[in-house]
């Protein structure tokens, strides 16, 4: 398993973005894994999430303004 940090939007475009770390065998894995975080985390389905990005290892952010 890698460690990945996913960054999800909601497909409507409202809200903010979700950032978190997840643990993954790949980078498409980790998509999946990011979705699927996001959406347990803002209580929607997957389908409604889109994982725009990922990055290798878990980030720190510093600062992010949406």
Not at 18 to 40: F, H, K, L, N, P
């Amino acid at each position: 398993m890698n460690t990945y940090t996913g960054f999800c939007i909601h497909k409507d475009g409202k809200g903010t973005t979700w950032i978190g770390a997840v643990d993954a065998q790949s980078v498409e894995a980790a998509q999946d894994t990011a979705r699927d975080e996001c959406a347990a985390d803002w209580g929607c389905s997957a389908d409604d999430v889109q994982c725009i990005g990922i990055a290798a290892g878990n980030v720190d952010i510093l600062f992010w303004e949406d």
